[in-house]
């Protein structure tokens, strides 16, 4: 069982930055594709990005790709998510995930969730 806990959401100009980090309980941390997945009011949760059990690989969706990393630290069990150059539209709680099936855009597919934390990003 992997326990999932994210942080460092906030309130945010437009053109700002922020650092989400998910910090992973376990000892089977490194074994798993790690999302991370964002839900704004009144849309379907959304792929966002991620990265392979050794941070070999990453995937980004169009809407964010130039503007955020994904990156982990299999020794501290934890996977972040450097957000720059934050948009108005990127407002959402934000979700990390974990995932041994070998698939990275499809949230049915991902095991095991953390509670989320909230972007807001101000215009």
């Known amino acids: 069982q992997v326990q999932l806990v994210e942080s460092g959401g906030g309130l945010v100009q437009a053109g700002g930055s922020l650092r989400l980090s998910c910090a992973a309980s376990?000892?089977?941390?490194?074994?798993?594709?790690m999302g991370w997945f964002r839900r704004a009011p009144g849309k379907d949760r959304e792929f966002v990005a991620a990265?392979?059990?050794?941070?070999?690989?990453?995937y980004y969706a169009d809407s964010v790709k130039g503007r955020f990393t994904i990156s982990r630290d299999n020794a501290k069990n934890t996977v972040y998510l450097q957000m720059n150059s934050l948009k108005p539209e990127d407002t959402a709680v934000y979700y990390c995930?974990?995932?041994?099936?070998?698939?990275?855009?499809?949230?049915?597919?991902?095991?095991?969730w953390g509670q989320g934390t909230q972007v807001t990003v101000s215009s």
């Open positions: 990265i392979s059990y050794n941070g070999g690989n990453t």
């Open positions: 376990g000892r089977t941390f490194s074994s798993y594709l």
């Open positions: 995930a974990a995932s041994n099936s070998g698939s990275y855009y499809y949230p049915e597919l991902y095991r095991h």
